[in-house]
Protein backbone atom coordinates (compact mmCIF):
# COMPACT_ATOMS: atom_id res chain seq x y z
CA UNK A 1 0.00 0.00 0.00
CA UNK A 2 1.13 3.28 -0.82
CA UNK A 3 -0.04 6.49 0.48
CA UNK A 4 0.37 10.08 -1.99
CA UNK A 5 0.57 13.41 -0.06
CA UNK A 6 0.25 16.14 -2.66
CA UNK A 7 1.42 19.59 -1.70
CA UNK A 8 2.70 23.27 -2.76
CA UNK A 9 -0.97 24.28 -4.47
CA UNK A 10 -2.19 27.57 -4.36
CA UNK A 11 -2.97 30.98 -6.02
CA UNK A 12 -0.50 32.62 -8.82
CA UNK A 13 -0.88 35.27 -11.88
CA UNK A 14 -0.49 33.97 -14.99
CA UNK A 15 3.11 33.71 -16.05
CA UNK A 16 4.31 32.57 -12.53
CA UNK A 17 5.36 29.42 -11.28
CA UNK A 18 4.47 26.69 -8.92
CA UNK A 19 6.18 23.25 -7.41
CA UNK A 20 3.87 20.62 -6.19
CA UNK A 21 5.08 17.83 -4.37
CA UNK A 22 4.10 14.32 -3.39
CA UNK A 23 5.50 12.52 -0.72
CA UNK A 24 5.01 8.97 -0.57
CA UNK A 25 4.98 6.48 2.45
CA UNK A 26 6.85 4.35 0.77
CA UNK A 27 10.00 4.28 -1.11
CA UNK A 28 9.24 5.84 -4.30
CA UNK A 29 11.32 3.58 -6.16
CA UNK A 30 8.94 0.44 -5.23
CA UNK A 31 6.12 2.83 -5.92
CA UNK A 32 6.95 2.20 -9.67
CA UNK A 33 6.48 5.10 -12.19
CA UNK A 34 4.79 8.26 -10.80
CA UNK A 35 2.04 10.00 -12.57
CA UNK A 36 0.91 14.03 -12.46
CA UNK A 37 -3.22 14.20 -13.56
CA UNK A 38 -5.08 17.38 -13.14
CA UNK A 39 -8.96 17.71 -13.39
CA UNK A 40 -10.55 21.09 -13.97
CA UNK A 41 -14.15 21.57 -12.79
CA UNK A 42 -16.69 20.23 -14.98
CA UNK A 43 -13.82 18.28 -16.66
CA UNK A 44 -12.60 14.97 -17.24
CA UNK A 45 -9.36 14.17 -15.68
CA UNK A 46 -6.61 14.91 -17.80
CA UNK A 47 -2.85 13.26 -17.95
CA UNK A 48 -0.02 15.73 -17.34
CA UNK A 49 3.22 13.83 -17.30
CA UNK A 50 4.71 10.77 -15.73
CA UNK A 51 8.23 9.91 -14.89
CA UNK A 52 9.81 6.09 -15.08
CA UNK A 53 10.90 4.83 -11.76
CA UNK A 54 14.46 5.51 -12.16
CA UNK A 55 13.56 9.30 -13.01
CA UNK A 56 15.54 8.69 -16.74
CA UNK A 57 12.50 8.63 -18.92
CA UNK A 58 9.68 11.12 -19.16
CA UNK A 59 6.54 12.35 -21.09
CA UNK A 60 4.21 15.15 -21.04
CA UNK A 61 0.71 15.90 -22.65
CA UNK A 62 1.37 17.97 -25.20
CA UNK A 63 -0.49 21.55 -23.29
CA UNK A 64 2.12 21.26 -20.85
CA UNK A 65 5.59 19.86 -22.50
CA UNK A 66 8.24 22.76 -22.14
CA UNK A 67 6.06 24.55 -19.36
CA UNK A 68 6.36 21.39 -16.50
CA UNK A 69 9.09 19.68 -15.70
CA UNK A 70 8.92 16.62 -13.30
CA UNK A 71 11.70 15.19 -10.95
CA UNK A 72 11.76 12.82 -8.51
CA UNK A 73 14.21 11.86 -5.38
CA UNK A 74 14.20 8.20 -4.47
CA UNK A 75 16.00 9.27 -1.44
CA UNK A 76 13.37 11.24 0.00
CA UNK A 77 10.47 9.42 -1.52
CA UNK A 78 9.31 12.24 -3.30
CA UNK A 79 8.18 13.32 -6.48
CA UNK A 80 8.01 17.43 -7.91
CA UNK A 81 6.37 18.64 -10.65
CA UNK A 82 7.79 21.90 -11.17
CA UNK A 83 5.49 24.33 -13.22
CA UNK A 84 6.76 27.76 -15.26
CA UNK A 85 4.29 30.00 -17.35
CA UNK A 86 1.40 29.10 -16.27
CA UNK A 87 -1.77 29.49 -17.89
CA UNK A 88 -5.23 30.28 -15.99
CA UNK A 89 -5.96 26.99 -18.54
CA UNK A 90 -3.90 25.14 -15.86
CA UNK A 91 -6.34 25.84 -13.34
CA UNK A 92 -7.23 22.54 -11.68
CA UNK A 93 -6.51 20.15 -9.38
CA UNK A 94 -2.81 18.37 -9.30
CA UNK A 95 -3.04 14.48 -8.65
CA UNK A 96 0.48 12.52 -7.76
CA UNK A 97 -0.31 8.96 -8.68
CA UNK A 98 2.16 5.63 -8.59
CA UNK A 99 1.63 2.83 -10.73
CA UNK A 100 2.75 1.68 -14.58
CA UNK A 101 4.43 4.26 -16.83
CA UNK A 102 1.65 5.43 -18.70
CA UNK A 103 -0.45 8.37 -20.10
CA UNK A 104 -3.57 6.19 -19.02
CA UNK A 105 -4.86 6.69 -15.01
CA UNK A 106 -6.23 3.45 -15.10
CA UNK A 107 -2.48 2.38 -15.12
CA UNK A 108 -2.04 3.96 -11.61
CA UNK A 109 -2.56 2.26 -8.74
CA UNK A 110 -2.46 4.57 -6.18
CA UNK A 111 -3.61 8.35 -5.75
CA UNK A 112 -3.29 11.42 -3.59
CA UNK A 113 -6.14 13.14 -2.37
CA UNK A 114 -5.01 16.60 -4.81
CA UNK A 115 -4.07 19.95 -4.39
CA UNK A 116 -5.54 23.21 -5.74
CA UNK A 117 -3.75 25.40 -8.12
CA UNK A 118 -5.47 28.36 -9.65
CA UNK A 119 -3.72 30.47 -12.05
CA UNK A 120 -5.24 34.31 -12.31
CA UNK A 121 -5.04 35.92 -15.91
Known amino acids: QVQLVESGGGLVQAGGSLRLSCAAS????????MGWFRQAPGKEREFVGT????????YYANSVKGRFTISRDNGKNTVLLQMNSLKPEDTAVYYC??????????????WGQGTQVTVSS
Open 97 to 110: AAGTYSIRGEHYAY
Open 26 to 33: TPTFSAGA
Open 51 to 58: ISWSGSST
